[in-house]
Every structure is written in C-alpha cells, then in structure tokens.
C-alpha cells in the first residue's frame, strides 16, 4: 500500500458511509489519507453534496452519457487519474467496477456490503433486497462485510465482518438500520487497518496484522 492514501470515493446514494469515514480522517482517526474526488452515477446524491459541503471534487458520471463501455470507462480512469486516486472505496455505489479497473487497482478496492458475505451478496442483491431475503430466510445473525473488490459482485476476500440480531419483527427497513449503524464503524476501521499497512492480502486470503 502506498504511504499515502489518495481515496476516489464511488457511491450512489445517501452518503452515509463516505460521510463516516471522512469524519475519521478529519478528526485524526484516520491518518495518513484523504478523500480526493468522490464520483457518483446518481446526479442527485447525498453523498455528492457531503463531498461539495467539504470542498471535494464532486463529479456525476453516468455510463448512459457516453457512446460505449469503452469510453465511459476510459472517463473514469482519466478522473482516478487527475485526482492522483491510488485506492478506491465502494459505499453505496450500485454499479459493478468494470474489470480494466479492478486489475488496475488490484487490491486497492474496497466495498462494504450490509450482509455477512458470502451469504446475500451478488447481482441484484444490494438496498432493501438484501434485508428481504435475511427476514424470508429467517436469519437470526446479520451484520456487515467490507470485502476488497475483485471482479465479481460481492466476491473479493473478506477484511472485516460485525454481526447485528435479526429482532423477530425485524422489518427490511429496521434491520437496515441497525446494519447500517454498525456500518459506520466497521468500514473507517477497516480504512484504518489499509492506511496503517496492515492488511496484507496473499492468494485471495486477508490477514490482519497485529
Ligand atoms: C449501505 O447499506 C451499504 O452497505 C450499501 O449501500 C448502503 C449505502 O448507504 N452498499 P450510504 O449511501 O453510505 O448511506
């Protein structure tokens, strides 16, 4: 990793976790990073005005307002590029990192996902789905992962796991929001750990060192 992190943050909603880890950089939590450009496919974001509220580049790129893949991908490196970004953190955003991207940043992604993974994740399993599915299968652990990004869905190594209870009345919205509160601890750790060098990922495996 390098010494300093150069965080191109990608997200599509609220913002909430992008917030959380931007606090733990400003309040000195975390060291040795900063958030240089926070990119989004939704014009209407929250996590876009977070970043504009704290003079971060904030920049709506959306795959239909370009001719093809190609192009809009090529967009996104340029601006990975530009903002000097050497690592990218996933939170919240809905569309896959096309692989160019992946093998440019191998092991330098991030994504947190509001299940225990390898159960609920993948295509089509993100937002109020994924809680759905916890409640239909009478789940009585849920919780959050933030896994290092590889080319499918929901699929990289694990780096860190918190467990909430799934509450016998638990409607998708009320597990969400407990899930999402463990969120905003577990994923500026695990920034933490990444700016601190100490995860070290080998043959798809993360250890965490002491
Ligand atoms: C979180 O639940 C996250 O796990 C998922 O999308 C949600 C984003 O929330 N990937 P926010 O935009 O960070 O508030």
Known sequence: MPDQLNIAVFASGKGSNFHGILQGIQTGTIRNAQIVVVISNNANAGALVIARENNIPAIYMNRTDFPDDAEFNAAIVTTLENHHANFIVLAGYVKLIDVS?????????????????????????????VHEAVIAQHEKISGATVHIVDE???HGPIVLQKTVPVISDDTPESLAARVLQIEHELYPEAIRLFTEGKIVVQDQQVTIQQ
Request: aromatic share 12%; hydrophobic share 40%; charged share 20%.
């Open 101 to 129: 991207i992946v093998r440019a940043f191998r092991n330098g992604i991030v994504n947190i996902h509001p299940a225990l993974l390898p159960k609920f994740g993948g295509p089509g399993m993100y937002g109020r789905r």
């Open 152 to 154: 499918k869905y929901d």
